[in-house]
């Protein structure tokens, strides 16, 4: 019961993260910096909300004993957001998507690694397919792609140190941005005393966008908080697939970002991945209900 639950809140944070890329043009003119900046003050409010209706103020307090793992989730994730916007609001959001494709294997590798997970053959062959299609896009860009990279190794660190903290989904983010807010509070400050600042001075709607950066920063961050502590990395690897799906929908039919023949084999590749890791789980969790209900049964009798 807790892994099933784990998947669908994973299963629904990605889906979130998968529909970004329609939000982030939205906000300008603000620039990415300012925007992330933002995001990070913004986040820290709604999540302290959050534990007030919940009433967890005795729960952040127990996260002391773990803030070596939450202040480098906090610069992992910091990173992770700002080079997103950047990709997103620069009209690279196909790259963006091939970062979130190698993100799964840097995840899983972490997780065999650090975390002493191992991996079925079959799985060995559906991630070896991936990495082939990763190799062939990246030589397709013709050059190396530090966006994709970025992301790709930032989001997997911070899921390991989600992992290792092991402390509320809620708790969590609030501490990661509590450490975050000053330097963002910093820049936002000295950047309306420049009159650079767009929050304000680009109408209500922009400065209601800007502030619901904080919501949906805070919803499938929360979801993969919960999630991360009650599934496998392995599991969160494969689920992380389904961002650069939707995102690689997204840049070509809605950015209408050129597609070579090359990447369209490329993604191919990925899709082929998918489908043997999905067959895969699907048949070994099936053997491991199979193989239970004996000793269910026998558990019953005694």
Not at 112 to 120: D, M, N, Q, S, T
Not at 183 to 196: C, E, I, K, M, T
Not at 291 to 296: C, F, Q, R, T, V
Request: glycine share 10%.
């Amino acid at each position: 019961m807790r892994s099933r639950q784990g998947f669908w809140l994973g299963f629904l944070a990605y889906a979130c993260w998968g529909f970004f890329p329609l939000y982030w043009p939205l906000l300008r003119p603000a620039g990415p910096v300012e925007i992330l900046a933002h995001r990070i003050v913004w986040s820290l409010l709604v999540v302290l909300v959050l534990i007030t209706v919940t009433r967890r103020w005795s729960k952040l307090r127990e996260t002391r004993t773990r803030l070596g793992y939450i202040s480098a989730g906090a610069i992992t994730i910091g990173l992770n957001w700002g080079m997103y916007i950047y990709g997103v609001n620069s009209n690279q959001v196909v790259e963006t998507a091939l970062g979130y494709f190698i993100n799964p294997l840097v995840t899983i590798a972490l997780g065999v690694l650090f975390v002493g997970e191992r991996l079925r053959p079959a799985q060995w062959l559906g991630l070896g397919i991936a990495l082939a299609a990763v190799v062939e896009l990246t030589f397709d860009y013709g050059r190396l792609p530090w966006i994709a990279l970025t992301l790709a190794f930032s989001f997997g660190t911070y899921g390991l140190m989600k992992k290792k903290a092991d402390v509320g989904s809620s708790e969590g983010l609030a501490v990661e941005t509590l450490l975050l807010t000053p330097f963002a509070l910093a820049y936002l400050v000295f950047d309306h005393a420049q009159g650079n600042g767009t929050f304000g001075h680009a109408g209500w709607l922009n400065a209601v966008l800007l502030i619901g950066t904080g919501v949906i920063t805070a919803i499938p961050l929360l979801l993969f908080g919960a999630a991360a502590t009650k599934v496998s990395m392995t599991t969160m690897g494969l689920l992380q697939y389904f961002v650069p799906t939707i995102q690689f929908v997204i840049g070509l039919v809605v950015f209408h970002e050129q597609m070579t023949t090359a990447r369209w084999v490329g993604f191919g590749l990925v899709w082929l991945a998918l489908v043997v890791i999905t067959t895969e789980s699907l048949v070994h969790r099936h053997r491991e209900a199979a193989a239970a209900k004996p000793l269910e049964r026998q558990a019953e009798l005694v």
